[in-house]
Nanobody, 124 residues
């Protein structure tokens, strides 16, 4: 059974930083991708970043390139999202998701496993 548990959300001022964590279990890590999505109030869930467990290749949305970094610690089975230079428009519920396969998909429907989410709020 695949489980994804997010942590690290909170309230931060504009320009601040947060690091989200996603602890994964039950995945076949040699053939899996983990991603972060976010959903702001009244908006659709959107792709943020993804990482392949084997090899560490990554993909990021244009809106976060240069500010957010996705990484993984294979020894801890944990994926991180380092968020710097945060803006009010980054305020959202952030979800960790996982899929079997090699492709760094960006569509929500391509991910079979989801965490419960962690709230990130960026104040002016």
């Amino acid at each position: 059974q695949v489980q994804l548990v997010e942590s690290g959300g909170g309230l931060v001022q504009t320009g601040g930083s947060l690091r989200l964590s996603c602890a994964a279990s039950g995945l076949s890590f040699s053939n899996a991708v983990t991603a972060w999505f976010r959903q702001a109030p009244g908006k659709e869930r959107e792709f943020v970043a993804a990482i392949r467990w084997s090899g560490g290749s990554t993909s990021r949305a244009d809106s976060v390139t240069g500010r957010f970094t996705i990484s993984r610690d294979s020894a801890k089975n944990t994926v991180y999202l380092q968020m710097n230079s945060l803006k009010p428009e980054d305020t959202a519920e952030y979800y960790c998701a996982a899929r079997t396969g090699w492709v760094l998909q960006r569509r929500e429907s391509d991910y079979a496993y989801w965490g419960q989410g962690t709230q990130v709020t960026v104040s002016d």
